[in-house]
């Protein structure tokens, strides 16, 4: 006994393929016909159910292949670490920040988000882009800037390799 789809009439005279399971072919052979079964369908209106399957599983095995295919490319997980030092400070006091656990070679650039999307870059004033070491780490100095407002602020280090690494910063 094997499942298949038939023809049905729909209220509105037009006829559409419908699956149905095993139980609803009770007593049809391999090959046979549903149209017997059913009132105004004809013999040419139902599908071979061998067919169906075949079509039915390339259907399955495409889905799971382009499922596969659309996966997203997850990063391995950083170890990144920045360090502020001081880790608070009054606006135009100096800090250095350090870096460790980034890619070899990495470019890095430092940023302060003072909200609102304000960011402002942070290590570049000496330097014109900060690169990490063979051992993946790094140390800029830099300053807190003129126009944060006393509160707690986040520090982000973004590497081009994927490396990324956040630190708070306290403005008084």
Not at 44 to 63: F, N, P, T, Y
Not at 143 to 169: C, D, F, H, R
Request: hydrophobic share 45%; aromatic share 2%.
């Amino acid at each position: 006994m094997s499942a298949g789809l038939f023809a049905i009439e729909t209220p509105a005279g037009s006829r559409q393929a419908t699956s149905r399971g095993a139980g609803a072919l009770a007593g049809v052979e391999d090959g046979g016909s549903l149209a017997g079964n059913l009132p105004n369908i004809g013999k040419g209106d139902i599908m071979k159910s061998g067919a169906v399957v075949r079509l039915l599983a390339l259907c399955v095995a495409l889905g799971w292949i382009a499922a596969a295919c659309s996966a997203p490319v997850v990063a391995p997980e950083s170890k990144a670490q920045i360090t502020l030092n001081p880790a608070a400070g009054k606006k135009g006091a100096a800090i250095a920040i350090e870096g460790k656990g980034f890619q070899s070679g990495e470019v890095i650039d430092i940023t302060l988000d003072l909200g609102g999307g304000h960011l402002v870059g942070l290590g570049t004033q000496k330097v014109e882009e900060i690169k990490a070491d063979a051992s993946g780490a790094f140390k800029v100095d830099s300053g807190i800037p003129v126009n944060a407002k006393p509160g707690t602020y986040k520090v982000t280090a973004e590497g081009n390799k994927g490396s990324k690494a956040q630190a708070q910063l306290l403005v008084q």
